[in-house]
């Protein structure tokens, strides 16, 4: 990914959503649809932690979700392949951001890592698992060098549970309960705060690491 490409990832982040889809083509009649919130918290909610420190992301969101498009509560257990991207950037100078993911040990609690990844030096998708109708995913980031930092999380669609697999949700997927320290954007980069919008917020986290 070149410089210009990460760039729009930062200003315009997930305005389309990095999207986890099925593998396979099916043909289903009638399918319903659904679209869900679900939130990720970072902590310790600081702006700055230390190199070899532990940055958490945890998920815990009941599978009983209200439906965003009726307002209805809707049991969606059982889920398969929801999934979320995770991105780190690093802003380099004035005009250079590249990715960071390798600056980075990243220890999944909860959850599973997929091997492949389609930038595998910015980010790295994971599966957000289930327990007892909770969603789950718990990841431990730990920094192996200083620097200037963002992360940023996906959405998800065509998610169907395992019992329906023509029955498709999209997922919105956001920090929730967490300071994102805006205004490090602002002092590293003013031009892309100017441009980061509504859907762009939710998605992303920024820190240092000393």
């Given at each position: ?9 930062v ?8 999207s986890?889809t099925c593998k396979?083509?099916?043909?289903c009649a009638?399918?319903?649809s659904y679209?869900f ?9 600081k702006d ?8 958490w ?8 979700l209200k439906?965003?498009?009726s307002g ?10 929801l999934?979320?991207?995770?991105t ?12 960071a ?5 990243i220890?999944v609690?909860?959850?599973?890592q997929?091997n492949?990844?389609?930038d ?8 957000i ?8 995913l718990k ?5 192996k ?7 940023t ?13 023509c029955?498709?949700?999209?997922f919105?997927?956001?920090f929730?309960?967490t300071?994102q320290h805006?205004?490090?954007l602002?002092l590293?980069?003013p031009?892309?705060y ?5 859907l762009?917020k939710?998605?992303v986290y920024y820190f240092?690491?000393?």
């Open positions: 990914m070149g410089t210009s490409s990460k760039l729009i990832l200003v315009a982040i997930f305005a389309t959503t990095i986890s396979k083509k099916l043909i009638d399918a319903n679209s919130q679900i939130g990720i918290s970072a902590y310790p909610d700055s932690i230390h190199v070899s420190d532990t940055l992301l945890e998920c815990n969101s009941p599978s009983n439906d965003l498009l209805d509560m809707i049991d969606y257990s059982g889920v398969k392949n999934e979320t991207v995770l780190l950037l690093q802003f380099q100078n004035a005009t250079n951001v590249q990715g993911i390798r600056n980075f040990s220890n609690i909860k959850g599973t997929f492949s990844s389609s595998p030096t910015s980010n790295q998708e994971y599966l698992t289930e327990e007892n109708k909770i969603f789950k990841l431990a980031i730990i920094p060098d200083t620097g200037r930092f963002v992360l999380i996906s959405n998800a669609s065509g998610i169907h549970r395992t019992n329906d697999v029955t498709k949700a999209a919105e997927i956001d929730q309960n300071n805006f205004y490090l602002q590293w980069r031009d892309l100017l441009t980061l919008d509504a762009g939710p998605k240092k690491v000393y």
